[in-house]
């Protein structure tokens, strides 16, 4: 993004001229299949504790601030829908967004993803999967369906845990389990693809987390563990205040890649009864993408 085009700085909402909106992907995005992703905003008015962004500093296109003050506010790409316009590829299968959630709360304030889904309505690529964990989406509806007869169209809906006390603490700007759900009802009612996506998983009640997301998809679930260094050496991973909240709140254990494995393995056979499949990594990913 050009630093030439930032407005209103040290506001919540920043804009800037972005000089391209679709990145060629890699690493874990790529390896699910997909071939672009866009990202709508720098920093993401979520804020969540374990966020992975934040850890990739420079790497992940962020200045000092970011990761310093994350979640605090936000630089949304002003020009994204018209270089969406021009940008996108009939063969391209988007990821939108690995870096932050399309339907933040800021995006109900700058309403930037119309313009971005209007312009891939009129130029559409082969695949878009939208990742959010907000209600928002739902404002675009009647967009996604038009766009959902135009392309291959997966919305990836995040839900992390079923217990609302352990969402407040990791993610306390997000909805709550309940409005999520209602929201993939809604999605699916309309006719749109959802994927309920549990990732990272924070700590739950696996089955019961298992049995509200088949109760309200019809397709293949999604899922990730929360990233740890013990697995993965480098690259974006578990933000260091969610580590410590879990040393406080004796949760530690949803960090140990063990008891992860057996956490995936529950789900999987609480989604294998229903005739279901859950994929976790880049493998489970990879049902956006195709
Ligand atoms: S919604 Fe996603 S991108 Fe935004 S802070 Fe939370 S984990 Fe990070």
């Given amino acids: ?39 709508p905003s720098r920093n ?3 804020g969540c504790l374990y966020c992975y962004v934040p850890t990739m500093r420079l ?14 506010h936000t630089t949304f790409k002003a020009n994204a829908a018209a270089l969406a316009a021009t940008q996108t590829r009939p063969e391209h299968r988007i990821y939108c967004s ?6 933040q709360p800021a ?8 313009g971005v889904l209007d312009a891939w309505i009129e130029r559409p690529p082969a695949v878009v999967a939208i990742q959010t964990r907000s209600p928002l989406v739902l404002r675009d509806l009647h967009r996604l369906e038009r766009l959902a007869a135009r392309t291959r169209l997966r919305v990836s809906f995040s839900l992390t845990t079923d217990n609302e006390d352990v969402r407040r603490r990791y993610e306390p700007h997000c909805e709550t389990t309940a409005e999520r759900l209602d929201a993939i009802r809604a999605l699916r009612a309309a006719g749109v693809a959802v994927h309920a996506t549990l990732a990272p998983l924070l700590p739950c ?27 993965k050496r480098a690259g974006a991973t578990t933000r260091e205040a969610a580590v410590r909240l879990a040393g406080v709140r004796g949760e530690e254990r949803w960090l140990d890649p063990g008891y992860q494995q057996e956490i995936v393995a529950r ?4 989604a294998l009864r229903a005739g279901r499949r859950f994929g976790v990594g880049p493998e489970g990913f990879s049902v956006l993408a195709r």
């Fill in 1 to 39: 993004m050009s630093p030439e085009g930032i407005a209103e700085a040290g506001g919540r909402i920043r804009t800037a001229s972005a000089r391209s909106i679709l990145s060629p992907t890699s690493g874990f995005i790529a390896a699910a299949g997909f071939s672009h992703s866009v990202t």
């Fill in 44 to 46: 993401c008015t979520y």
């Fill in 59 to 72: 790497h992940g296109g962020l200045r000092r601030e970011d990761w310093e003050r994350w979640g605090q």
């Fill in 98 to 103: 690995p870096l932050t959630d399309p339907y």
């Fill in 107 to 114: 995006e109900a304030e700058y309403r930037l993803m119309p």
């Fill in 205 to 231: 009640n696996p089955e019961r987390l298992a049995e509200l997301a088949l109760e309200v998809t019809d397709l293949d679930l999604i899922g990730d563990p929360l990233h740890v260094r013990a697995v």
């Fill in 267 to 270: 789900i999987e056979a609480v």
